[in-house]
């Protein structure tokens, strides 16, 4: 039974350009969350998703910031016109229907020149 | 706003000690406390859920619970050098989003 599976794993982009980073859950799992970790820093909830529905997306920032869970496919977080600012790493998460517990993925590391 | 609270530490112990980390957190109704590890450059893994009051061991681990001082803890019993790592603090209400402290660095010292 494979785990969370985040792609890329690392993901070098140059500011102004566009991030992409992708999440699939783990099989039987219906909600995604996605979180960020600035070096020495904790983990920072950013939005948590269903199938076609965001249910929260409270920490995620206003501006060139979005997260999609298409009915087929992977969950997409999309950021546009990187910053330094956004060089962190970006865990997925998921959990079943009725369950509490978060599992994580591997993580994308994103580096911003 | 929802706070979890933990020492950063380096909390550092000699190999076979008791390891104990602390951990608060600020809403009252939070139903579901978790520790999970992370190992330098990994991801968090879970290593103990708690929802009820009390005690709850899983080998060498014991969560304890206490939600009327909102505190909950982690013992690691007969610490090992593999158990350095920073273990975070988690706190739920409901179906909210996990909320995570900034996490406590382990040392064990061989």
């Known amino acids: 039974n494979a785990g969370v599976m985040q792609n890329p794993r690392h993901l070098v982009r140059r500011r102004g350009q566009e991030a992409r980073l992708r999440c699939s859950p783990m099989k039987g799992h219906s909600h995604v969350y996605w979180y960020r970790q600035l070096p020495e820093e904790g983990l920072k909830f950013m939005v948590y998703l269903q199938k076609e529905n965001i249910i929260d997306e409270s920490g995620m920032p206003k501006e060139r910031f979005s997260a999609e869970f298409p009915k087929e496919g992977p969950s997409i977080l999309r950021i546009q016109q990187v910053v330094r600012g956004d060089s962190a790493a970006y865990f997925c998460?998921?959990?079943?229907?009725?369950?509490?517990?978060?599992?994580f993925g591997p993580g994308t590391r994103l580096t911003v020149l | 706003q929802k706070e979890v609270e933990q020492n950063s530490g380096p909390l550092s112990v000699p190999e076979g000690a008791i390891a104990s980390l602390n951990c608060t957190y600020s809403?009252?109704?939070?139903?579901?406390f978790f520790w999970y590890r992370q190992y330098s450059g990994k991801s968090p893994e879970l290593i103990m859920s708690i929802y009820s009051n009390g005690d709850k061991e899983d080998g060498r681990f014991t969560a304890q619970l206490n939600k009327a001082s909102q505190y909950v803890s982690l013992l690691i019993r007969d610490s090992q050098p593999s158990d350095s790592a920073t273990y975070l603090c988690?706190?739920?209400?409901?179906?909210?989003?996990?909320?995570f402290g900034k996490g406590t660095r382990l040392s064990v010292i061989a």
């Open positions: 809403d009252r109704g939070s139903q579901s």
């Open positions: 988690a706190v739920r209400s409901g179906n909210t989003p996990l909320v």
């Open positions: 998460a998921s959990s079943p229907p009725a369950g509490p517990i978060l599992f």
